[in-house]
């Protein structure tokens, strides 16, 4: 009788210890997964953010319900994409730099002009190929001056013209001029989403 308490009180032991192992386990696991998830959330304030582009505006480089990677700390260029908060209130949106901070904005017969010279937009260059096969034009003929009332047309300071790529279609800073530095959220770098059409914007 008291080998078999013996042994039965081993076995209750052996148990206790192993839920006591559990426990330990989940509660590291959970404080683990709390970690991460704290980090994310600060990271995703700071550094980066994971948006979904909305409406047709992009078309030719993203497309409805696409997710993008948005570096907050990104550097803004000509061409590059940028996630912000439009100027007219009406949400957010991804649209590419044209026009930078003190220069002025030019379109005429498809082709842009900054500052009088010649640019090309390489982006657009099969949109492009095809409109001038059907004697069309993708971007009508507009400046600076139209967007901003001024005389000289010159982007203020920490303010971008944008465009949107599907030209015909996109609501930009043709509607609700520049866009101040403050409003945005930072660079589009990636497409993540759908995973089968990853593509960088760098």
Known sequence: MAVAEMNRKKIIHKKKRKRQKYKELRREVGMTFLIIFLIGLVLSRLVFSLPENDGYGMIGSLSDGDRVYVNRLGEMRRFSLIYFKQPDGNGMSI????????????????????????????????????????????????????????????????????????????????????????????????????????????
Request: charged fraction near 30%; aromatic fraction near 12%; avoid cysteine.
């Open 95 to 202: 649209r590419r730099i044209i026009g930078l901070p003190g220069e002025q904005v030019r379109y005429t017969n498809d082709d842009l002009y900054i500052d009088g010279r010649l640019v090309v937009e390489r982006f657009l260059q099969k949109t492009l190929g095809q409109a001038k096969l059907a004697d069309e034009v993708i971007t009508k003929d507009f400046d600076s001056t139209d967007i901003l009332k001024t005389d000289d047309g010159i982007i203020p300071d920490d303010h971008y013209l944008v465009l949107g790529d599907n030209r015909g279609y996109a609501t930009d800073s043709r509607y609700y001029g520049v866009v101040d530095k403050k409003k945005i959220i930072g660079t589009v770098e990636l497409r993540w989403w759908p995973f089968y059409q990853i593509r960088s914007y760098r």
